[in-house]
């Protein structure tokens, strides 16, 4: 006894050594960051082991909250994943993990490589259950079928005796170790004071088993006409399959997000001092580094490449199928896979820094949120099993007078029948399964919300600079002074226009095509234009010229018959040429705009340009409705004018004046490229800035809309068909049984339709 003692008092003080080490700040800072624009709060992720079912986020909520230093928490279920804001000068993470192991939980750092050993341990066991009740089963129905087909007087009272000693002997594991989850589940809600849903579960169990083991000890007793053991054994039976599927189901769908949250290596080849190579944590790398990455390694931080080249896969972080060519002097981001050749690889950003670990922090984010759907779910599932118990107790009082025996097979169908774990599995399973989903294509879900919103919208506004046009001028008509070639004209003018990064200089320069003209004694004079020498024709001789505006190069207003920007050439003589100019239309634009109005929405275009150029543009993208001239407060005032006539507004945009009116509109998309404002602000980010992600994410939230709405109906179906069957006492226990699995396991066969998206968009 003494010797076992020690043993439990070692085990703990090794568990709060492990515990307290996470107390340092280095370690939590692993699995946290700084809260933005809250100083002083951080937010850290958990793990959460041993939750059973949704419901069992609610527990952990409350198990947290109260915590000192603990401001807020955001629980899963359906991804088993805490978020914790919490401020390290009022509490630690010891006190996390001591809590949750007094509520009956366990937890590690989300994203830590030791997380993946107890929940592939959780598995195994849970399969070893799942056997040990599927043998005893088929035994116990063995035995059970001779009392389904008997006719009376067929078996002697000494056969059935022994027929119920042995399933009562095979029932035995099924309900010490294969019911242990539910037992221990029910127990820690108890002991919390709660009512979840593993009680009724626990409750049918005990009473089918202890009423069985009386009969089968008492014969004469008032209930010993029958046993309950087949029903037993298969409720457990068709319970654990559900949940063993449901398991692996959610790994397909819902963990998808954690996938792609947690596929950085683990280390990486970094060269030393003395030029050799030697494998190092990715966390250990600064900017400065060098390392080197083979075929088929994941990019560990963002740099530039110094020597090598090799095709590299930004799927996952652009939603860009096709492999980029990277060589020296390319970028290279955190999370794409090098795919065919070596690359040497400068750090500039590492850890926290990089844009994988933002698209991370939102992932994070979404991960842990709650639908309004499933706050109301999991509010109503308390309330339910309540309801559940006393129905079931009312049932068994109602039955006792006439039949015993009936009256505990109708309790325990009741209890086991109206199990709501459908309920709380039918929007959380689903909108991670379409989260996951979009973030496999490259858009990211900040706002599980948004999801629900986008089915309600009517309205999609556009932004013009940077979110229909890309970011670059195009030459669309060129005029020359008699006597003087095009192809020549051009030639001069990029020959000026390579000394200036002006958007308008790189739109001539990509405009010649060919190698510029030299130029000499060139100057740039700011919001004017360009100014040098530049050899002209096949000849020697050097010509002073001008590129830049009207008056700039003293440009008669006949050569300015355009509304929109206009670049000019001059030399000593006077006008050489004008180039007008025009922004690049994105190519999938029009094709986007019309998918959308295929979807029955009306698409708006605001922007804070000339009206000219803004209606130019809307017409070639197919954009009926224009505004121009609209500052940032404008545009606010336009989407909410929309909305107060009753309007449901989708905004998509990426500029910073974009933020306001961003965080205004009902569902806001920001490009890839927006700027973190924009992206502070928005409900969705489209990673790669493709527009067609727009309407395909429309779409889907569309069907995920629709899917949520079919769990609930069918979880509310179930109940309405299910629980009067068992009250009146035409449904036993292990019907009852499998038609609790079946529901729980359709509402996530159902969700993980959504992690099915076309491979593009």
């Not at 630690?92 to 949750?100: D, E, G, N, R, Y």
């Not at 078996?155 to 009562?168: D, F, T, V």
């Not at 018959?561 to 994105?586: K, N």
């Not at 769990?711 to 609790?740: E, H, I, K, R, S």
């Amino acid at each position: 006894m003494q010797t076992a003692t020690l043993s439990l008092n070692s085990d703990a003080s090794r568990q709060a050594s492990r515990w307290s080490a996470l107390d340092e700040r280095a370690e939590w800072e692993g699995f946290s960051r700084p809260l933005s624009g809250r100083p002083g709060l951080w937010e850290s992720y958990l793990a959460i082991e041993g939750m059973h079912c949704a419901a069992c986020s609610l527990t952990v909520e409350e198990v947290l909250q109260k915590l000192p230093g603990v401001e807020s928490v955001q629980v899963n279920g359906a991804s088993a994943v805490a978020r914790l804001t919490w401020a390290p000068s009022q509490g630690m993470p010891s006190a996390w993990l001591a809590a949750l192991q007094r509520a009956g939980y366990g937890a590690l750092p989300a994203g830590d490589m030791l997380a993946a050993a107890p929940r592939i341990q959780a598995q195994r066991m849970m399969l070893w259950r799942w056997l040990v009740a599927g043998f005893c089963m088929m035994q116990v129905m063995m035995y059970a079928f001779p009392a389904y087909i008997a006719e009376p007087g067929d078996i002697s009272a000494e056969a059935q005796g022994l027929l119920r000693w042995a399933s009562w002997v095979l029932t035995l594991p099924v309900v010490l170790f294969s019911c242990w989850p539910f037992f221990s589940a029910a127990l820690r809600d108890l002991r919390n004071r709660r009512i979840g849903m593993d009680v009724p579960v626990a409750l049918g169990i005990l009473i089918a088993f202890g009423a069985s083991s009386a009969a089968t000890f008492d014969p004469a007793s008032p209930w010993g006409a029958e046993v309950w053991y087949d029903s037993v054994t298969m409720f457990v039976f068709f319970l654990l399959s559900g949940r063993l599927l449901e398991q692996r189901l959610r790994d397909r769908t819902a963990g998808s997000l954690e996938a792609l949250m947690r596929s950085l290596p683990d280390s990486v080849e970094r060269q030393g001092a003395d030029g050799m190579f030697e494998r190092v944590p990715v966390r250990r790398l600064v900017p400065g580094d060098l390392i080197r990455l083979l075929p088929g390694d994941v990019v560990p931080a963002d740099g530039t490449v110094t020597a090598g080249e090799s095709q590299v896969d930004e799927a996952l972080l652009t939603g860009e199928s096709t492999p980029l060519q990277r060589r020296t002097g390319s970028a290279v981001i955190a999370g794409s896979h090098n795919l065919s050749g070596m690359l040497m690889v400068q750090v500039e950003r590492a850890g926290t820094g990089t844009r994988y670990a933002a698209m991370v922090a939102l992932m994070e984010q979404a991960s842990v949120q709650k639908p309004r759907l499933a706050r109301i779910a999991d509010r109503i599932a308390g309330p339910f099993v309540l309801l559940v118990l006393l129905a079931s107790a009312a049932a068994a009082f109602w039955w006792w007078p006439s039949d015993p025996a009936h009256a505990i097979g109708v309790a325990v169908a009741v209890l086991i029948v109206t199990c709501p774990c459908a309920l709380s599995l039918a929007t959380p399973a689903a909108t991670l399964a379409a989260a996951g989903a979009l973030a496999r294509r490259g858009v990211l879900v900040r706002r599980l919300e948004a999801l629900e919103s986008c089915a309600a919208v009517d309205t999609v506004v556009f932004d013009k600079t940077g979110t229909l046009t890309q970011d670059r001028m195009n030459v669309t008509v060129s005029r020359t002074r008699e006597g003087l070639d095009l192809v020549q004209a051009l030639r001069m003018a990029a020959a000026l226009a390579q000394h200036s990064l002006h958007p308008l200089s790189k739109a001539i320069v990509q405009a010649a095509g060919a190698v510029p003209e030299p130029a000499t004694d060139v100057t740039e004079v700011p919001g004017q234009g360009l100014q040098g020498r530049v050899l002209s024709g096949a000849g020697a001789k050097l010509h002073a010229v001008r590129l830049g505006s009207a008056a700039f190069c003293g440009v008669p207003p006949s050569a300015q018959a355009v509304d929109g920007p206009q670049v000019h050439l001059s030399d000593e003589a006077g006008w050489l040429a004008s180039f007008d100019m025009d922004e690049v239309l994105r190519p999938e634009a029009r094709a986007s705009v019309g998918a959308l109005q295929a979807l029955g929405l009306q698409v708006q275009l605001l922007s804070g340009d000339l009206m000219a150029a803004v209606a130019r543009l809307a017409s070639r993208a197919g954009i009926d409705e224009a505004w121009g001239q609209h500052t940032p407060e404008a545009k606010l005032a336009h989407v909410r004018g929309l909305q107060q006539r009753g309007r449901r507004v989708v905004m998509v945009g990426d500029g910073m004046n974009d933020g306001p009116v961003l965080a205004c509109a009902d569902v806001s998309v920001a490009m890839g490229q927006a700027v973190p404002l924009a992206q502070a602000k928005s409900d969705f980010i489209v990673l790669g800035g493709q527009l067609a992600a727009v309407p395909a994410l429309l779409r889907h939230a569309h069907r995920a809309h629709a899917i949520v709405r079919q769990n609930l109906w069918w979880a509310a179906l179930y109940n309405a068909v299910c629980v009067p069957l068992a009250v009146l006492g035409f449904m036993p226990a292990w019907l009852a049984g499998l038609g609790m699995a079946a529901s729980s396991l359709l509402v996530v066969l159902n969700s993980a339709r959504l992690a099915r998206m076309p491979e593009t968009f």
